[in-house]
């Protein structure tokens, strides 16, 4: 049975990471922090382990050990990571840092995987062209405006230039899906009766259901040809803030939505605040100064047909559907 690793498993995206690889037979390690949820990796089946990513002799000692009792994990998929910090610095120190830590540690252990996957993110690339709206490439210059943007491109940067095993990096747009947080706030304003939009003029975006991102993670893994390479991930289509709305106010069946268009100084003004209260409250906040420049952009549009051209299948899910599943859950789980 082939063995498998995946850090970050405790979130959301990593619970369903976890999910994938066990219904495609793994030994499935789970690398959870002790102070992390373990709601979603329920599963008997699922092995824990606490990764010492802050210190890398501690963790080549911890990797040594465990490759002595168990040999190496034939691949590795690292989706550990922040989203959102009250220390900008910290994006950096775990986003890269971590990153380093770990592929370094892994070579040192003698534990060095077939593969390494990184899960990294669109905001590596920063937005795309406003004027023409154009799906991001990966031949486009990475310019990231937001300093999670400039820490995911970092992580990569590692990955890219290290030489101990075959690498392969994701880059998702936006994932949603039973249990994230953030597009269910939409949903649940939306459910109030109110959609409030940041910015004057329509955000033209992309979305990847959480089920597509991990069966695409996997089979992308488990592809011998696909090696030392990177995708965006998307389910190849593209919408506007405002597309997405009217379809979350059709799925949940509300008839009356009042619509208002924040402008963006003033969605400045209260990333701002919110912040400050994150700050004087020792929490991260869904708005902060890093989350303004994702707002900002008009065009976080990318090209996902070079990947499922080459694991040669297409995503399961379009955005109503995905919507439509995921909005079930959040009713069935009181979330609604």
Known sequence: MKKILITGAGGFIGGFLVGEA???????????????????????????????????????????????????WDYVVHNAGLTKTLNRKDFFRVNAGYTHTLTEALAAAGCKPRKFLLMSSLSSYGKGNEQTFEPIRTDDPQLPDSDYGKSKLEAECIVRHQTHFPY????????YGPG??????????????????AGCYPQHISFI??????????????N???????????DGRAYTDTAFARLIQDILGKK????????????????LCSGWAGRLAGKSM????????????????????????????A?????????????AWYREAGWL
């Open 224 to 234: 011998e040809a696909i090696v030392n390479t990177h995708y965006f991930v998307s």
């Open 168 to 175: 392969l990096i994701l880059r998702p747009t936006g994932v």
């Open 180 to 197: 994230e947080k953030d597009y269910f706030m939409e949903i649940k304003s939306i459910q109030s009766g109110f959609d409030f939009t």
């Open 315 to 327: 995503p399961d899910y379009d955005l109503r559907r995905g919507l439509e599943e995921a909005i």
């Open 286 to 313: 869904t708005l902060n100064r890093d989350k303004y420049f994702i707002l900002k952009g008009r065009n976080w549009v990318c090209d996902a047909a070079p990947l499922w051209n080459d694991l040669n299948t």
């Open 256 to 271: 009356h939505l009042l619509r208002v268009r924040i402008p963006m100084g003033l969605v400045g003004i209260a990333c």
């Open 209 to 222: 259901y959480v089920k597509d991102l991990a069966r695409a993670a996997l089979m992308a893994i488990e």
């Open 22 to 72: 066990l219904a495609r037979g793994y030994e499935t390690w789970a690398g959870v922090r002790a102070s992390s949820s373990r709601a979603r990796l329920q599963d008997p089946r699922i092995r824990l382990i606490d990764l010492k990513y802050d210190d890398k002799e501690a963790l080549t000692r911890q990797l040594s050990q465990w490759a002595a009792r168990h040999g190496a």
